[in-house]
């Protein structure tokens, strides 16, 4: 059983940063890609970045270029967003997701997800 949970969500000012975690647990088997997904209150849930097994391969949405970085720890099982430069729009429940196969922006094919930490960005 895989399990994934994130936390280090919270309230921050515009411009501010924030650092999301989420501890892996349970099986794989084959090295997992990762990934970061968000939902704002009323929206369908959307893409914000991946990342391979290995670290070596990252993918974002353009709406975070270049302000987020996602990276991973597999000796800790351990997944992260820094997220900096945030803004009001930014505001939304994270998800952090595995899947078996490589990393894939389409969302019904990841496999596991956590159940989310809410970021709000004040302006």
Known sequence: QVQLVESGGGLVQAGGSLRLSCAVSGRFFSGPAMGWFRQAPGKGREFVGLI???????????????RFTISRDNTKAMLYLQMNSLK??????????????????????WDYWGRGTQVTVSS
């Open 52 to 66: 391979n097994w290995s670290g070596g391969t990252t993918d974002y949405a353009d709406f975070v270029k270049g």
């Open 88 to 109: 009001p729009e930014d505001t939304a429940v994270y998800y952090c997701a595995a899947r078996a196969g490589g990393p894939v922006r389409l969302i019904a094919l």
